[in-house]
């Protein structure tokens, strides 16, 4: 009911003020409802983190640091999320004797601003890549996405592989699922294609996490649940279509956070090669 009043309300307003809608319609969609943290309340698992606040372009970032030897693995939580939910599996990381770095995404966490967007999450990576020059990223839902993207972008030859973890592929899907859930008019659409097209400097039909994996010759590792309701299963299949260099693992019962201790085994197996079999 309340999506569908607000969607009522930026039809209106369409026809009154059309960048007032777009705008609403926009920042309904980038803006997280939940994910945030405060700095007097961390989760104990941050805690035990050194952590570091960097500066770009008027905003704020965060990182969290357990520090290891000179293998170095960034961690790139999702939409609605925070640092804390890699809680899981970082005993697995750890086990490696790695140093592992994650980070707060925009407007989530420690992060500052109330805009997510996959670029200005790619532009964080790569200040954090510049700095640290981590072997291996390892993203969940849009996080993994991002990691996608921002290899196929920036092109870092520090990056060795990369995990996702339960990824969208088609922007273009997440976009429908938004309008139809809003039931927003065609005038409204058209005008939020054309500012993703300004935002993003690429088609959304190109914006596309199979299209960004097809550029990729580094080793790659995808994950996706046959029962995750959140990001389909399809969407998975898409990006291991194209990456000519992933290994695919199908699971079963694990949903959308993919936590599970035979899972982290198998990615730790991925990342340092201790038993490649997949």
């Keep these: 009911m309340f999506a569908k009043s607000v969607g009522l309300y930026i039809n209106i307003l369409s026809y009154v003020s059309p960048n007032k809608a777009v705008q609403l319609a926009y920042g309904f969609f980038s803006e ?59 005993p697995y990381l750890k086990d490696s004797g790695s140093t592992i770095i994650a980070i707060d995404g925009p407007a989530h966490g420690l992060s500052s601003g109330k805009e997510f967007s996959i670029p200005k999450y790619a532009e964080y990576i790569d200040i954090i890549v510049e700095k640290y020059k981590p072997n291996y990223l390892i993203g969940h839902s ?68 199979k299209l960004f994996a097809s550029k990729l010759d580094i080793k790659g590792l995808i994950v996706h649940d046959i029962n995750d309701t959140v990001v389909l299963f399809e969407e998975g299949k898409k990006i291991a279509n194209t990456w000519k260099n992933a290994s695919f693992i199908e699971t079963s019962g694990l949903g959308h956070s993919l936590h599970d201790d035979e899972l982290y085994k198998k990615v730790s197996e991925f990342l340092f090669d201790t038993k490649a079999e997949f």
């Design 32 to 90: 997280p409802r939940k994910g945030k943290l405060s700095k007097d309340n961390l989760p104990k698992t941050l805690q035990k983190a050194e952590t570091e606040t960097f500066q770009h372009n008027n905003e704020s970032f965060q990182t969290y640091t357990w520090k290891g030897n000179d293998t170095i693995i960034l961690l790139v939580h999702g939409w609605e999320s925070n640092s804390s939910r890699w809680k899981k599996m970082l």
């Design 142 to 209: 849009m996080g993994g996405k991002t990691c996608l993207y921002y290899q196929y972008k920036y092109q870092n030859s520090s990056i060795e592989k990369i995990v996702i973890l339960g990824s969208p592929s088609d922007f273009k899907i997440l976009l429908h699922n938004y309008i139809s859930l809003l039931s927003l008019n065609s005038k409204v659409y058209k005008a939020l294609l054309s500012h993703y097209l300004t935002l993003f400097k690429i088609e959304i039909e190109l914006f596309s996490g």
